[in-house]
């Protein structure tokens, strides 16, 4: 018995040395065999034999593993496509780690000299990457003539386009259109309006918001929504001045009738309700309205097919004015300018807005048009919240330092169980914004 | 024998292999973590410049930091009493059993075998669906409390899964001290009339001190690097209320400023604490140490 034990033993030893050892003497292979197809005139080195097509490899990261299924389909596209145009046999190793870690990940490949030939990143942070060299510049891309131009006004610095928009929305609150109709109320316009129909809601045995507090990006949102709201309507200059230290959260404190609101008209334990939780709760019916953006959609529209969801510009006073919808840019996909296979990259990068098959693509992903290539029927919440932008009821997503917007959330938590005031947050966050300032 | 002359030599040719791999991919890092606490680098830019010990000079300003120190060394303290106490009494009772002791061993010892993140996500499911199930259906109220939303009560939760996880791990360490207590003794205590109790503490304990030296040595050290159990459970929120020490390092270095430089100089600070505490403890518990 113990022979056989020791024999079983040594021989699962025996592989895994053999299974070091072939990636061991695989590695500089693969390595040298990138190297000779990496550069940018492969012809030497296939030029022998022109049948036969040259072999690369294109890494891929991104940070949407709920879409992994229809981006690997669209990889195997690019795929077959390179080998029947271009003869060249790509193979496209996507990696889709979640989203909470994805940050920290693509940091430590970008640093440890190991970065993906293209990933997504937030489209917020696409400064700070450009300032470090990690983006390449696709001005004069063929897909720069194909985006819309207030959405490649999210992604271009100083004029330049630095990253191809994947997501890219108009959003403010969810509702539920079947609950509304059914209590005889309509959208509102001002803050009163919102009061009323907590109201209705409530006298008809609704809760009015859904709450989910648990991830700190979600109570966020309330602030990404009202401080856009005052910003584009009232105090146009307050971002500006913050940036300059000559601003202070004191002058926005405006924001906090709204959020008391929603606070006060909201489901129970909201502290111990997840996003995606929070989401299908809100399809079930447990509340009426739901402070989340448009990407919510396919998580409430797995649960509940029959979901009549609709979109409202958050009302933060009495005027008409500031109630607009906020229109951003989240996921955007970057080319790594030092990446083995450029050419390649680029070519994957134009792909993702293809003329024949993107479309595809973006409507599987339940994601909303943003280049004129994109000719699908959009869905009814985001027509609703296109009736805004049309007309002229939006503006474009505030770009805060992503400390002071993590601060934001934090301190959005703490407000909800409790421990701090509109005072303390007040201070805490211009002492943020500050030290923010101080390090960029 | 060249073996007697130099006892240590094979000694560490056993050990060389481990030991290089522990020098490369953990020693070399942390050595020149070191040097990037001196510097301003946020982890992106292909450059950065040294700025001396301002990083350390700013740390002892930062409450966010010192309060993720105190929050940890609470969480230390309660760990190493509660996982402590009760992995001892399971081995003593596992021990004292004549039948299916592999089993409870075995049961006991499941929760090690997971990774925390994953208990982590199991136990959230627990404090937020089934303890509120419990309470509205079954009208156990007392359970209707916020557990990841008030600290008090997520405190408690976080010290139940980190402990659910910890305990078997010590428990084996302690049931294996047990046996290498000689039956004699017991037998020449139970003659001269000690009972079990009494037995227990002027026999048994004394002999396996050296395990409560590792036990505890292992639940310091690793409860000041608490993680996995935090993040899975609260991210350390509500704000930052059940914030560690390392989750207060790791918003540093990959959320918000980007700080690595900082961030490097914060956990530099906190390996100095951990080295400090072990090293008393260890010099402390060492000293009762009783050989046979």
Redesign the interface.
């Known amino acids: 018995m113990k022979k056989i034990l020791a024999l079983l033993l040594s021989a699962c030893m025996l592989l895994a040395l053999a299974g070091c050892g072939n990636t061991q003497a695989g590695a500089p292979a693969a390595g040298t065999n990138d190297n000779a197809g990496g550069g940018s005139t492969p012809v030497e080195n296939t030029g022998a034999s022109l049948q036969e097509p040259r072999v690369a490899e294109l890494n891929i990261m991104m940070s949407f593993p709920q879409y992994m299924d229809q981006w690997e389909t669209y990889c195997k596209q690019f795929e077959a496509k390179m080998l029947a145009e271009e003869n060249i046999k790509v193979t496209v190793n996507l990696e889709m780690p979640s989203s909470d870690q994805y940050e920290s990940i693509l940091q430590a490949r970008l640093t440890g000299d190991d970065a993906p030939d293209l990933y997504t990143l937030h489209c917020n942070n696409i400064g700070t990457y450009n300032k470090a060299g990690n983006l390449y510049d696709l001005t004069g891309q063929p897909l720069g003539d194909v985006i819309y131009e207030n959405v490649k006004d999210t992604v271009s610095v100083d004029g330049h386009l630095m990253a191809v928009p994947i997501e890219s929305q108009a959003w403010g609150v969810l509702y539920n259109k079947a609950i509304f109709e059914e209590c005889g109320l309509q959208a509102p316009d001002t803050l009163s309006d919102l009061r009323a129909i907590c109201a209705a809601l409530e006298e008809r045995g609704y809760t009015p918001f859904m709450l989910a507090f648990q991830e700190q990006w979600v109570p966020q949102l309330m602030t990404g929504l009202t401080l856009g709201d005052i910003v584009s309507g009232k105090l146009t200059d307050w971002l500006e001045r913050m940036y300059a230290d000559e601003g202070s959260y004191d002058e926005v404190r405006e924001i906090f009738d709204v959020i008391d609101l929603i606070m006060q008209h909201g489901t129970d334990r909201a502290m111990e309700e997840g996003s995606e939780a929070g989401a299908a709760d809100f399809a079930l019916g447990k509340a009426a309205m739901f402070v989340q953006g448009t990407w919510a959609a396919n998580t409430i529209m797995t649960t509940n097919h029959d979901m009549q969801l609709g979109v409202f510009a958050l009302p933060i006073n009495e005027d008409p004015g500031c109630t607009r919808v906020n229109l951003s840019t989240s996921t955007t996909l970057a080319v790594y300018p030092e990446s083995r296979e450029l050419e390649l990259a680029l070519k994957f990068a134009n792909y993702v807005l293809d003329e024949n098959d993107s479309s595809s693509l973006f409507q599987a992903c339940s994601f909303n048009p943003l280049a004129t290539v994109h000719d699908y029927e959009a869905f009814s919440w985001v027509e609703d919240a296109s009736a805004y932008v049309a007309a002229g009821r939006a503006y474009q997503d505030l770009v805060l330092p992503s400390s002071v917007t993590d601060e934001q959330g934090r301190l959005l938590q703490e407000y909800y169980v409790g421990s701090v005031t509109v005072d303390q947050i007040v201070e805490r966050l211009d002492k943020a914004f500050q030290n923010a300032n101080a390090l960029s | 024998m060249a073996n007697e002359k130099h006892p240590n030599r094979s000694l560490l040719l056993f050990c060389l292999p481990a030991l290089i791999v522990y020098i490369l991919f953990k020693l070399f890092p942390a050595a020149t973590g070191i040097l990037y606490s001196l510097t301003n680098w946020?982890?992106?830019?292909?450059s950065y410049d040294f700025i001396g010990l301002k990083n350390f000079a700013e740390i002892f300003h930062d409450a966010y930091y010192w309060n993720s120190v105190l929050f940890t060394s609470k969480y230390v303290l309660v760990m190493v009493i509660v996982t402590n106490v009760i992995a001892l009494g399971l081995a003593v009772a596992i021990e004292s059993r004549r039948r299916a002791k592999g089993l409870f061993r075995t049961i006991f010892y499941m929760p090690n075998m997971i990774s925390m993140v994953i208990g982590g996500y199991m136990w959230m499911f627990i404090?937020?669906k089934v303890l509120?199930y419990l309470a509205d259906n079954w009208g156990w109220k007392f359970l209707d409390r916020?557990?990841?939303?008030?600290?008090r009560y997520s405190f408690i939760a976080i010290i139940i899964v980190a402990a659910w996880g910890a305990i078997g791990y010590l428990m084996i360490i302690y049931m294996a001290a047990l046996q290498g207590v000689p039956g004699d003794l017991r037998e020449a205590a139970a003659i001269d009339g000690a009972d079990a109790w009494k037995s227990f503490w002027r026999i048994v304990f004394p002999l396996i001190t050296h395990a409560v030296t590792i036990c505890v040595f292992w639940t310091l050290n690793a409860g000041f690097q608490v993680f996995d159990v935090i993040y899975a459970l609260t991210?350390g929120?509500?704000?930052?209320?059940t914030q560690s020490v390392a989750i207060n390092i790791?918003?540093e270095?990959?959320?918000?400023?980007?700080?690595y430089g900082y961030a490097t100089a914060k956990s530099t600070v906190l390996f100095i604490i951990v080295l400090i505490i072990t090293m008393v403890q260890l010099k402390v518990t060492g000293s009762k140490e009783q050989e046979l």
Do not use: M, Q, V
């Open positions: 946020n982890g992106l830019n292909k404090f937020t509120y916020s557990w990841i939303g008030d600290p991210g929120g509500p704000g930052r209320a790791y918003e270095a990959f959320k918000g400023n980007i700080r």
